[in-house]
């Protein structure tokens, strides 16, 4: 539980935009960095809170961030600073460490919309987006909803063709083409589960003009201080971006401004941003725990 718990979904909202527009647009490491922190620091723990942390994801981010950090200089030939040639094309050190970055970065958003889901209850998301675009929400959770169902789908079609022996054959050829087909009914029936699921909803009159919503939120004072603290902290890294103080250039040399107050405050202010929800965490643990403690 952190202090988003009953909060009103457009806090959230706020809170995830006010994280990724920064450091999507800037290209600044001074911003990726605490993005990616904020995101890691509490997936981690919730994820050793109910002993859900798993390797296979780890695993899979690294490769993500390994691949897009080794591609990225065999596209981009910008750089002052060749490593190596291929096919004479050169390998420079800039495209390098851009592309490090730009993993980094690629991962931290990844990360930020899993705290998403994770902060916002599905009945939320349609409380916020429901009467505005109602097919848009309808969208939103249904991807969203089918990322863990098609994990769990795929192992229970993984389970049942290793039973008949799909996997048996040892040639790399034939492991691919049983892989595909395990994809090919993966992919049949999360078109025909989507289709059941606009038909369901569409029946239920959904997005119909006087439609009421499972759960009625209301912005309270508590909402209401929690943006502001959100827009004044989003307000200083803004300012701070605006005046050049977080500039960092890639090509064909990396440079970057010499940190100022200014600089040094932007970064502070949008380090805490991206805390906020491990900090919100770790204060309803601290006190749950001397809770407990008095008991």
Same mark, same amino acid.
């Given at each position: 539980?952190?202090?988003?718990?009953?909060?009103?979904?457009?806090?959230?909202?706020?809170? %995830?935009?006010?994280?990724?527009?920064?450091?999507?647009?800037? /290209?600044?490491?001074?911003?990726?960095?605490?993005?990616?922190?904020?995101?890691?620091?509490?997936?981690? $723990?919730?994820?050793?809170?109910?002993?859900?942390?798993?390797?296979?994801?780890?695993?899979?981010?690294?490769?993500?961030?390994?691949?897009?950090? $080794?591609?990225?200089?065999?596209?981009?030939?910008?750089? #002052?600073?060749?490593? !190596?040639?291929?096919? =004479?094309?050169?390998?420079?050190?800039?495209?390098?460490?851009?592309?490090?970055?730009?993993?980094?970065?690629?991962?931290?958003?990844?990360?930020?919309?899993?705290?998403?889901?994770? %902060?916002?209850?599905?009945?939320?998301?349609?409380?916020?987006?429901?009467?505005?675009?109602?097919?848009?929400?309808?969208?939103?959770?249904?991807?969203?909803?089918?990322?863990?169902?098609?994990?769990?789908?795929?192992? /229970?079609?993984?389970?049942? /063709?290793? $039973?008949?022996?799909?996997?048996?054959?040892?040639?790399? !050829?034939?492991?691919?083409?049983? /892989?595909?087909?395990?994809?090919?009914?993966?992919?049949?029936?999360?078109?025909?589960?989507?289709?059941?699921?606009? #038909?369901?909803?569409?029946?239920?009159?959904?997005?119909?003009?006087?439609?009421?919503?499972?759960?009625?939120?209301?912005?309270? &004072?508590?909402?209401?201080?929690?943006?502001?603290?959100? !827009?004044?902290?989003? #307000?200083?890294?803004?300012?701070?971006?605006?005046?050049? =103080?977080?500039?960092?250039?890639?090509?064909?040399?990396? &440079? $970057?401004?010499?940190?100022?107050?200014?600089?040094?405050?932007?970064?502070?202010?949008? #380090?805490? !941003?991206?805390?906020?929800?491990?900090?919100?965490?770790?204060?309803?643990?601290?006190?749950?725990?001397?809770?407990?403690?008095?008991?």
């Amino acid at each position: 539980m952190t202090i988003f718990h009953n909060r009103h979904p457009l806090v959230l909202l706020a809170l %995830l935009l006010c994280v990724l527009l920064p450091v999507m647009f800037a /290209q600044s490491p001074m911003l990726t960095a605490p993005a990616l922190l904020g995101a890691v620091l509490f997936l981690a $723990a919730l994820g050793i809170r109910s002993r859900s942390v798993s390797l296979r994801s780890i695993f899979g981010y690294a490769l993500l961030w390994f691949l897009v950090t $080794a591609i990225n200089p065999l596209f981009s030939t910008g750089g #002052a600073t060749p490593l !190596l040639f291929i096919s =004479g094309r050169p390998y420079t050190k800039e495209a390098l460490l851009y592309g490090a970055h730009l993993g980094a970065l690629l991962i931290a958003v990844l990360l930020w919309f899993r705290c998403e889901r994770t %902060l916002v209850p599905e009945e939320n998301r349609f409380f916020l987006f429901g009467r505005l675009a109602p097919k848009l929400a309808l969208l939103i959770s249904t991807v969203l909803r089918f990322v863990p169902l098609l994990r769990r789908r795929a192992v /229970q079609v993984r389970a049942a /063709q290793t $039973a008949v022996g799909v996997y048996d054959d040892p040639d790399w !050829l034939h492991r691919t083409k049983s /892989q595909m087909t395990t994809m090919s009914a993966l992919t049949t029936w999360s078109l025909e589960h989507a289709i059941d699921t606009g #038909a369901a909803m569409k029946a239920r009159g959904y997005g119909l003009s006087g439609r009421t919503t499972y759960r009625t939120c209301r912005f309270g &004072t508590a909402d209401a201080a929690i943006l502001s603290i959100i !827009l004044a902290l989003t #307000a200083v890294t803004v300012l701070t971006l605006a005046r050049g =103080g977080l500039h960092f250039d890639w090509y064909p040399y990396i &440079t $970057a401004t010499t940190p100022d107050r200014l600089a040094v405050c932007g970064t502070i202010a949008y #380090a805490v !941003l991206c805390l906020i929800p491990f900090l919100s965490f770790l204060k309803e643990e601290i006190r749950w725990s001397f809770y407990r403690s008095k008991m």
